[in-house]
């Protein structure tokens, strides 16, 4: 079992501390005057986080919640949830950005337009090597007409890494059509049925390890790899709006109401008995301004 640095302190500090998740270490780069790993509280808007590390290079910029290969674009309205791990603050028209928002007719049109069926995209696939019955090439060989149902089904698999897109010759973007194939098939109500463990790891898996200076400069990131100088002293904000959508799972549900006055770590939002999801609680000490079934505001006293 693999978890990150940050998975392991919050486990440590739920069974011995009794400390419910709260804040949460971020590193922000990007264009950003001084590029930092701070500590937040859950729920603290983008645009505060950003202004915290001096404020943005530019003003017309777009925000990715994560990395470059697996994170998402967000609003600088949004806000820091309990998942986020880094803040990336990018120009509009950066390549990575691209990647993230072309249109996906003209994806698609790339993809049965210029696929050479090379298997780069197969054989670079940490999923591929691992042993799993994943194919990249066939999927975007089949995307385009819709032949092989089982084929696209495998698309599943996919842990939407970007390697692939990093690896093609012709600048496709693999990892967006499995992104849409899963979404299509879970309409059509398809499921993937091949659930078997690989057996062996591929030879070849030794060979294929990428250094991530490559993936850097085939980016266009190399202006970005800064010293991001870590603050270990957590960040507090006056005002929170937190969402009650930052897990797997069901919506957890306001156990408050406007004009509360709540404390430091109390609960805020539970889910019902039997139903999978996870508690949320006040990262502040505050008063309750606004409550819906989406989210709860706070103003910090």
Not at 176 to 203: A, C, D, F, H, W
Request: some cysteine.
């Amino acid at each position: 079992m693999v978890n990150n640095v940050v998975t392991l302190l919050n486990i440590y500090n739920a069974l011995f501390e009794n400390k419910p998740v709260i804040t949460r270490p971020i590193s922000v780069l990007g264009e950003v005057r001084k590029p930092k790993t701070i500590i937040v509280s859950v729920d603290t808007l983008i645009e505060d986080v950003i202004t915290l590390c001096g404020g943005a290079k530019i003003e017309d910029y777009i925000v990715i919640d994560g990395g470059p290969m697996m994170g998402k674009i967000v609003s600088k309205d949004d806000v820091i949830t309990k998942r986020t791990s880094a803040i990336l603050v990018l120009p509009k028209d950066h390549p990575v950005v691209r990647m993230k928002t072309l249109p996906q007719h003209y994806f698609l049109y790339q993809t049965k337009s210029a696929c050479e069926q090379c298997r780069d995209c197969t054989e670079i696939c940490p999923r591929y090597l691992l042993g799993h019955n994943f194919e990249y090439h066939k999927i975007q060989r089949n995307v385009s007409y819709d032949i092989n149902t089982e084929i696209l089904s495998e698309a599943f698999l996919c842990s939407e890494c970007s390697l692939c897109i990093w690896v093609c010759p012709m600048n496709l973007l693999p990892t967006r059509v499995n992104q849409m194939v899963k979404q299509l098939s879970i309409q059509k109500g398809i499921k993937y049925t091949q659930k078997n463990k690989p057996e062996n790891v591929r030879g070849m898996r030794e060979y294929r390890k990428v250094p991530p200076e490559r993936i850097i400069a085939r980016f266009d990131l190399q202006k970005y790899v800064a010293s991001a100088e870590i603050e270990l002293d957590t960040k507090e904000v006056s005002y929170l709006k937190i969402p009650m959508v930052q897990h797997i799972g069901v919506p957890a549900k306001p156990k408050v109401k406007k004009g509360d006055f709540v404390n430091k770590g109390e609960l805020i939002a539970d889910v019902e008995e039997g139903k999978l999801g996870v508690p949320i609680h006040s990262p502040v000490e505050g008063k309750i301004v606004e409550v819906t079934d989406k989210y709860v505001c706070i103003e910090k006293e």
